[in-house]
């Protein structure tokens, strides 16, 4: 069982790399299968095709980088530190493997339903994440006692991914998903989204009990 999940890895180790380059559509089994020297039937014995890979990848890099976001939630001084801890490690994700989570695939009216996979599966674990954190926010005063946190992180997140799909479409004309710069300035965006929206968490309205 060891060996089998180690070849498991190395699997997904070169289906990165391929990933990462020339991003899902232009990668082959054939190529994965060559980069690590084994046969194509030894291959499919761990997975049934490429999309299975693909999925496998993406579940495993966000089990790593959200595993050092949950544990510096528990040790973290400030909500504010947090937030800026996940979005340096959300834009080294995106600089390193926007062909992983869908620049390109955005753009089209209809994303595929592999591409929606995938961001759902993004989208619960940062719903996971983000609520344990305006959970402390709240524990620690530094947020309105009356939030929820599931319920507000789950429309933070989805504010979120509305500007990633609309400035994606706004790449569509002539868009160089390698563009550091462009990529940077969505990060900007994202930034200053999530300083409105818990600025407004932080807010304590003055509460008139004789109305």
Same mark, same amino acid.
């Given at each position: 069982m060891a060996e089998q999940d180690q070849k498991?890895?190395?699997i997904l180790e070169a289906a990165l790399k391929r990933f990462k380059r020339f991003g899902l559509s232009k990668t082959t089994m054939e190529e994965?299968? %060559?980069d690590l020297e084994i046969s194509k039937g030894s291959l499919y014995?761990?997975?049934s095709d490429?999309?299975?890979?693909y999925v496998a990848v993406v579940e495993r890099m966000i089990a790593d980088c959200?595993?050092?976001m949950s544990a510096y939630v528990e040790?973290?001084?400030t909500i504010t530190a947090i937030i800026d801890r996940y979005l340096a490690l959300k834009e080294k994700m995106l600089l390193e493997y926007h062909f992983l989570f869908g620049v390109n695939e955005w753009i089209k009216d209809v994303p595929s339903s592999l591409m929606r996979q995938t961001i759902e599966l993004l989208q619960q674990v940062e719903i996971s994440f983000l609520s344990a954190t305006i959970a402390k926010g709240v524990e620690n005063g530094e947020l309105h006692e009356g939030t929820d946190p599931e319920l507000t992180a789950q429309l933070l997140v989805n504010v979120l991914f509305g500007l990633w799909v609309i400035w994606c479409k706004w790449q569509a004309a002539g868009f160089d998903p390698h563009d550091k710069d462009g990529l940077k300035c969505f990060m900007? %965006?994202?930034r200053q989204v999530l300083n409105i929206f818990f600025n407004g968490l932080r807010y304590r309205p003055n509460i008139n009990k004789d109305c």
């Open positions: 498991r890895i190395m994965i299968a %060559r014995y761990y997975f490429k999309e299975s890979i959200f595993l050092d040790t973290a001084p900007s %965006r994202e």
